[in-house]
C-alpha cells in the first residue's frame, strides 16, 4: 500500500474518533477525499486548496472548513509554514449549512486557544478523554465564532479556449491588463471574450483580474519585505489609494494589517 492510501485510510479507520495531524502531508497527495471533515490551520505564509472547479487561497492565522467526501488537494509555497490539520467524525455534517460548505475563516479567540493547544496532539483522539471532549466542542463552536468567510480564491476550468488567455494574465499581472487589449492579443472581440469568461468560469474578465491582483498581493505582503506602496505598483496599480482600497473591498482589512499576519 502507497503512502497515501495508507494516510487516507487512517484517517477513516476509526469513524468516532478525532484524528489530529500537525505536519504539512497533505500536499504530497493529489485529489483525495476523506469520510470525516476537517479543520486546516495555516500559521507563517500561504496554503493552496484545489477543488475541481476552484482554488482557494489560505493566509496565516486562518483556517479552511472543508466538508466530509469533498475532493481536495492542498500545496504549500514554503518550507516554513506551520500546518495543524484536525479531521473530525461525521456528524451528518454535509447537511448543516456551516459544516457543509468549504469556507475560510480568521482564527480568533478561543478557537486559536484551542487549536495551539492540539498543536503538539498527533493520531487518533478516541472517545472518553479529555482531548476528544474538547475538540469536540472545538468543532460545536465553530459556527457561532467563526465570523464572516475570507473569500478570496479563483475559478478553474479545463476548457482549452482559455488556458492560454488565463496564463498570459498570470505571468502579466503587474501590468494594467486591460479587457480590451487582451481580447485583442487573442484574437477575440471585447464581447466574446466576456461571454467566455462568463461561460467558463462564471465571473467576469474584470473580477478575475482584480482577484488575480490581489492574490499576488497577498502573497508580495506575507513572503517579501516590500512596503505597501511597492506591492500596489507591482501588482499593476498607479497609486496606493485604489490598491488599498480594493484590498479593503475584498479582504476586509487594509494590506498595513494583512502584513501583521506574517
Known amino acids: ?14 469513524p468516532e474518533a478525532i484524528y489530529v495531524l500537525n505536519e504539512p502531508l497533505e500536499n504530497r497527495f ?16 500561504i496554503a493552496y486548496l ?22 481536495h488537494n492542498i500545496k504549500f509555497n514554503s518550507s516554513s509554514l506551520v500546518i495543524h490539520n ?27 486557544e484551542i487549536l495551539q493547544l492540539s498543536a503538539s496532539w498527533k493520531g487518533h483522539i478516541l472517545p472518553g478523554n479529555w482531548q476528544h471532549e474538547l475538540l469536540t466542542t472545538l468543532k460545536h463552536i465553530l459556527p457561532h465564532t467563526s465570523g464572516r ?46 461571454r467566455l469568461f462568463k461561460q467558463t ?11 488575480l491582483k490581489m492574490i499576488k498581493a497577498m502573497e508580495l505582503l506575507l513572503q517579501t519585505e516590500m512596503n505597501v506602496s511597492e506591492v500596489a505598483y507591482e501588482v499593476g496599480y498607479s497609486g496606493i489609494t485604489a490598491f488599498s482600497n480594493t484590498f479593503q473591498q475584498m479582504l476586509n482589512m487594509r494590506p498595513s494589517d494583512f502584513r501583521l499576519l506574517k
Not at 479563483?154 to 486591460?178: A, C, F, G, K
Request: net charge negative; with cysteine; proline share 7%.
Open 86 to 112: 484536525i479531521y473530525f467524525m461525521d456528524e451528518e455534517d454535509a447537511r448543516h449549512p456551516f459544516y457543509g460548505k468549504l469556507s475560510i475563516y480568521p482564527v480568533t479567540g478561543v478557537v486559536n
Open 201 to 211: 468560469l462564471n465571473t467576469s474578465f474584470l473580477q478575475y483580474v482584480k482577484m
Open 149 to 194: 468567510p475570507f473569500s478570496i480564491l479563483l475559478p478553474t476550468t479545463e476548457d482549452s479556449r482559455i488556458q492560454d488567455i488565463l496564463r498570459y494574465l498570470h505571468n502579466n499581472v503587474s501590468e494594467p491588463l486591460m479587457l480590451p487589449e487582451v481580447a485583442a492579443r487573442f484574437g477575440y472581440s471585447v464581447r466574446n471574450l466576456t
Open 1 to 14: 500500500m502507497d503512502m497515501f492510501k495508507k494516510f487516507r485510510n487512517e484517517i477513516d479507520s476509526h
Open 30 to 45: 493529489p485529489m483525495h477525499c476523506h469520510d470525516k471533515s476537517q479543520i486546516l490551520l495555516v500559521e507563517g505564509g
Open 50 to 71: 484545489n477543488t475541481h472547479d476552484k482554488q482557494y487561497y489560505i493566509p496565516a492565522r486562518h483556517y479552511v472548513w472543508i466538508p466530509p467526501r469533498v475532493d
